[in-house]
């Protein structure tokens, strides 16, 4: 995404995360991005812990799991 995107890290930080929430949902209007694409394209912008936690998310639910 060449939009210059928010970068979430993670942590306890519920402003930041609807900062940065807010600020990739902008840029998917603005790219006119359909519902089915918001999931990998919002994933690629987080960091670190963030990244962790939807690496380990993304496989549970591909296994049929619940978060």
Do not use: T
């Amino acid at each position: 995404m060449k939009n210059g995107p928010p970068i979430f890290d993670g942590g306890y930080d519920p402003e930041g995360a609807q900062k940065w929430l807010e600020g990739v949902e902008r840029i998917f209007k603005a790219m006119r991005c359909q519902d089915e694409h918001k999931v990998n394209l919002g994933s690629y912008v987080l960091h670190e812990e963030a990244d962790y936690w939807w690496g380990n998310a993304s496989q549970r639910l591909g296994a049929g799991g619940a978060l």
